[in-house]
Structures are given as C-alpha cells and as structure tokens.
C-alpha cells in the first residue's frame, strides 16, 4: 500500500492564481481530511469528508473548496491564492469509526 | 466542542534527560487522547493513544502517556531521551461518538543536544 499521497510536494504561486492539491489514499478508507499546519498554530482544519459525495467545513475553511468524488480521492482547491494561504497542507485519511489519522507527506505551499 | 493545550512550546533537552510534555483538553464527555510525532522534513505518524481501560499508555521508541481524567490531562514521558527524538509532538482529542476528525493542540518542538 502507498497510504496517503499528496501531490506536489512543493508550489509556487502568485497571488490571484488557482490550484489544486491532490490527494489520494489507497486504504479504502472512509474519512479524509485536509490541514494547514502554521508556525505555533499546530494543525487546523480545512476541509474534511466522512465518504464520497460527503464534504464538510473546518475550522479555516474560507478560500477553499473540495469535493469528493471517489472514495480514494479529495483534492483541495484554491480558488484566488492569497499570501495568507502560505503553508504547509496536509491530508489525512482514517477508518470509520477508528480515529488514528494516516498523514501524508504534506505539500509545502507558497504565495507570493 | 472540545480544545486541546500543550503547555510547553519548546523543549531543549540534553540526551539522557528525562521529558515530560504537558497536555490538556476541554471537554467534559469520554475523549479519545493520542499523541502524534513529527520528524523533521517527514509527516505526522501516530506515537501512541488512549481509548479505554489502563490509563498508562505504551507507544513507541519507549514513550508513554497517562490519562488523568481528573485532570483532563495526557501528558508525554519518556524517561531518558535520545537525539533523533528530536521531533515537534502533537496532542489530539477526539470526542467519543464525534465526528472521528481529532483537535489538535499546537504542538511542542523538541530539541534534543547530543
């Protein structure tokens, strides 16, 4: 199994631009997440989905968008980056009603 | 819903020494309780957790933790630490019977000096 992959590893973008951050994960799990990880923040929440068709809001969800068209995919799209989008995202992927979160490698973000 | 604190922002520490990070939550229901580590430049991975029955909890590379329901607390311990423990650690709450997605506290980073 590869868990959890996030692609790209890093980004570069100018502010105004759109992207998407994909994620995949190959353990038939239900739930899967999306989290921006900030200097002495710790990790906040975006995004997250119990199954496909299922999406939720987070803690910081604003400038974000996903969906959740298959079980193994949940790409994380920004719609007009902004500086304050600066970070490092991370997907999380876990087992209905089991709460250990496999992360992936995370995608390190920048906007300039 | 609930909330989680790490208390201890940086930690330096000398191999050897003994480390303790400090964890609380607030939520007065039954809580499942975890401890993440995150090695630098890598992902976070799972240390250990707590989801019922001995409150002292063993994880790996020689780490436990000990929920005190009194004290809404998890605290990390490890009693003689080694340089590649130097890592950020994360807290985690999960309400019982909740949505399954943790709370995370902040985190603590963890220098350990050869």
Sequence with gaps: NAGVTQTPKFQVLKTGQSMTLQCAQDMNHEYMSWYRQDPGMGLRLIHYSVGAGITDQGEVPNGYNVSRSTTEDFPLRLLSAAPSQTSVYFCASSRLGEDEQYFGPGTRLTVT | ?114
């Design chain 2, 1 to 114: 819903a609930q909330s989680v604190s790490q208390h201890n922002h940086h930690v330096i520490l000398s191999e050897a020494a003994s480390l303790e990070l400090g964890c609380n939550y607030s939520y007065g229901g039954t809580v499942n309780l975890f401890w993440y580590v995150q090695y630098p430049g890598q992902h976070l991975q799972l240390l250990l957790k707590y989801f019922s029955g001995d409150p002292l909890v063993k994880g790996i590379k020689g780490f436990e933790a000990e929920f005190i329901k009194s004290k809404f607390s998890f605290n990390l311990r490890k009693p003689s630490v080694q340089w590649s423990d130097t890592a950020e650690y994360f807290c985690a709450v999960n309400a019982e019977g909740g949505s399954y997605i943790p709370t995370f506290g902040r985190g603590t980073s963890l220098i350990v000096h050869p």
